[in-house]
């Protein structure tokens, strides 16, 4: 199945990667179909750069003494499930263990009783955070194009992405490739049938910001980063350096 061919597959794919929820044969599946898909690629890079954004704008905050207390509940009703679980199974099977005294009883029902509540509040637990997650992921940047600019060996050197909402190319530098002090990276859209234009000289930061429009990428199948004298080269006479790194640029379902 090719998922790349079905947008809203990979996104929840791409999403529960970056997420960690993915795990096993699933997750080496998707890593090894990453590396061989460009599209692929882009959206577990676009998901981690979320998430890390959100852990970096997200303030510090100290854990409730409450939070504290309810996690020691739950790794207690854990392990005292586990130790009945071990009784049970090491007890004879001809001679099952009952509860000899009223008081067996009492301290069995309470520990269920336990367990039990451990579990609702790790449910509560788990609802909060589901939606300060959703929260969240209202307020990040809206990504509407993607691109994954390689070099020639396919090595992934920087992810472009594009806010609809700020009209912003967003550019991440994947790599450690540094122009030197006389040479400036600039960005270059590739359109079909015309020569290439510029979008703007890359800083030295590792991730950055562009002024561009909806209308400046729509038709634009590709990028290229070339190296360029310090502080790039005027639009209309295109890219007089190498191009160091290019890619298709991926419109994506918002």
């Known amino acids: 199945m090719n998922i790349a061919a079905h947008p809203e597959l990979l996104d929840l ?19 090894a179909i990453a590396r061989e898909q460009a599209p692929v690629r882009a959206a577990a890079l676009m998901w981690q750069g979320r998430l890390a954004s959100m852990a970096e704008l997200q303030p510090s905050v100290v854990p409730d003494a409450a939070v504290w207390t309810r996690i020691r509940n739950l790794i207690e009703a854990e392990q005292a499930s586990d130790t009945m679980a071990r009784q049970r199974a090491a007890a004879p099977e001809a001679a099952p263990a009952q ?18 509540l451990a579990g609702a509040l790790a449910t509560v637990i ?3 955070a589901g939606l300060d997650l959703q929260r969240q992921l209202q307020t990040t940047p809206a990504v509407q194009y993607v691109a994954v600019l390689a070099d020639d060996k396919a090595t992934a050197s920087m992810l472009v992405t594009f806010d609809p909402k700020h009209n912003q ?16 990276l600039q960005l270059w859209a590739l359109p079909p ?9 890359l800083g030295d930061e590792p991730a950055l910001k562009l002024t561009a429009t909806e209308a ?39």
Do not use: C, Y
């Not at 960690?20 to 998707?30: L, P, Q, S």
């Not at 509860?99 to 039990?116: D, E, F, N, V």
């Not at 190319?169 to 400036?184: C, E, I, M, T, Y």
């Not at 049938?193 to 000289?201: D, H, I, K, T």
């Open 216 to 254: 400046n990428l729509r038709a634009i199948p590709a990028l290229a980063i070339s190296l360029e004298p310090r502080g790039g080269v005027p639009s209309e006479r295109g890219p007089t350096g190498p191009v160091l790194f290019h890619g298709p640029l991926i419109e994506k379902t918002l």
């Open 169 to 184: 190319l967003v550019l991440q530098r994947l790599g450690n490739f540094q122009p030197g002090a006389d040479k400036s």
């Open 99 to 116: 509860p000899t005294t009223t008081g067996g009883w009492l301290r069995s029902l309470a520990l269920w009783r336990g367990a039990s």
């Open 13 to 31: 794919l791409a999403a529960s990667h970056a997420l960690g929820t993915m795990r096993g044969g699933a997750r080496r599946r998707f890593e």
């Open 193 to 201: 049938g015309a020569a290439p234009r510029s979008l703007g000289v």
């Open 126 to 128: 788990a609802v909060v």
